[in-house]
């Protein structure tokens, strides 16, 4: 039997009020994989991952996540789904610690996804050894780069099916985003799959499976990644600053 992709994104159209950002954009992720979408900015990136969340105020379309067409459903019930979204800009909660952002991650699972707090944390403290150290520390004082961690260890703490990870990078230093891909390796050596957005193509590629390259809101290109890894006229024409 031929595995159907965990998330199938056909003709997606997006506006915000009258600009026409999507221009149909089809892609697809497989259970498992780890998907890059790249381009230069404004190219359609995170437009593409706030409609496949659903917040967007304008969508025309086909998304269907586990074979559920959810075009139509608003973020919570995409969410309760199993379809998790990493910000860009983060949102941790000020004034709570590590340990209570990463509990909200598990208050807000429901039903046969609903895990135990403890459980949630022991696997968090494995994966993310650093936000082990600073379980009581509040959120708000830790680097940028521990932020980030942060802010993907609660979505994971919900145990999603799929996570979309939005420019993870963005204002982080070298040394943490080395270290913090490195996690993003081990979660994709776990079978988590994972949609990628992210403006370091080199990081991206070197461990997403496929890649797909937006252009002016649409998709111009798409490979293995690390046919586009060895690629470098293909990143000029359509990465480069």
């Known amino acids: ?17 009258r600009s026409h950002i999507l221009q ?4 697809h992720v497989m259970p498992g994989e780890v998907v890059a979408l790249i381009g230069r ?4 990136k995170t437009t593409s991952m706030r409609s496949i969340m659903g917040l967007m105020p304008r969508t025309a379309g086909s998304v269907r996540f586990q074979g559920n067409e959810i075009l139509q459903e608003p973020p919570h019930t ?16 000020p004034g709570l610690t590590v340990m209570e952002n990463i509990q909200l991650g598990v208050l807000a699972a429901r039903g046969n996804r609903a895990v135990h707090a403890q459980d949630a944390v022991e696997e968090i403290a ?10 009581k520390q509040e959120a708000a004082t830790m680097s940028g780069g521990e932020q980030q961690m942060l802010a993907i260890a609660r979505a994971m703490a919900a145990r999603p099916t799929m ?7 963005e204002g982080i230093m070298p040394k943490l985003v080395d270290e913090m891909f490195e996690y993003f390796d081990a979660l994709k050596r776990k ?3 994972i949609l990628l957005v992210e403006q370091s193509v080199e990081h991206a590629l070197q461990i997403a499976d496929r890649a797909y390259i937006m252009d002016q809101g649409e998709i ?4 293995s990644a690390r046919a586009l890894l060895d690629d470098a006229a293909m990143q000029e024409r359509y990465c480069s600053v």
């Not at 039997?1 to 009020?17: E, F, K, N």
């Not at 995409?78 to 909660?93: K, P």
């Open 220 to 223: 111009a290109h798409t490979s």
């Open 41 to 44: 900015n404004g190219a359609g």
């Open 1 to 17: 039997m031929t595995t159907q992709p965990i998330l199938d994104v056909t003709g997606l159209h997006a506006w915000y009020g």
């Open 78 to 93: 995409r969410f309760h789904h199993g379809l998790a979204y990493v910000f860009e800009e983060r949102r941790i909660v």
């Open 163 to 169: 996570i979309m990870l939005d420019e993870p990078s």
């Open 126 to 135: 494995e994966t993310f050894p650093r936000l082990k150290e600073r379980l």
């Open 24 to 27: 149909g954009v089809d892609f």
């Open 191 to 193: 079978g988590v799959t």
